[in-house]
């Protein structure tokens, strides 16, 4: 089992920064895809940036290529997301997820959620 847990969401004026973290614990998941998604009110979850295993590949929403960059620590157990020129269309909670399958990385179908962090972007 892998227990997430995401931080770093807060408030933020459009074009600012803010980095999110999600640790990991319980087991390593260095070997496992991993992704962040967000929920913004009333709308359903949608896809925001992937990172697979090995190669450390990345994958990222067109609304969000070129401002967010996913890395990972593995050292650490903690995978990041940091999201630049924020605009109020990004506010939502977001969620770190992992799968111990690469298919996850194309089917989005992932095996272990975090509780989500908010984030909110005033214009």
């Known amino acids: 089992q892998v227990q997430l847990a995401e931080s770093g969401g807060g408030l933020v004026q459009a074009g600012g920064s803010l980095r999110l973290s999600c640790a990991a614990s319980?087991?390593?998941?260095?070997?496992?895809?991993k992704a962040w998604f967000r929920q913004a009110p009333g709308k359903e979850r949608e896809f925001v940036a992937a990172?697979?295993?090995?190669?450390?590949?990345?994958y990222y929403a067109d609304s969000v290529k070129g401002r967010f960059t996913i890395s990972r620590d593995n050292a650490k157990n903690t995978l990041y997301l940091q999201m630049n020129s924020l605009k109020p269309e990004d506010t939502a909670v977001y969620y770190c997820?992992?799968?111990?399958?690469?298919?996850?990385?194309?089917?989005?179908?992932?095996?272990?959620w975090g509780q989500g962090t908010q984030v909110t972007v005033s214009s």
């Open positions: 997820a992992a799968s111990y399958r690469d298919g996850a990385i194309r089917d989005h179908k992932y095996d272990y």
């Open positions: 319980g087991r390593t998941f260095s070997s496992y895809a």
């Open positions: 990172i697979s295993w090995r190669p450390a590949s990345t």
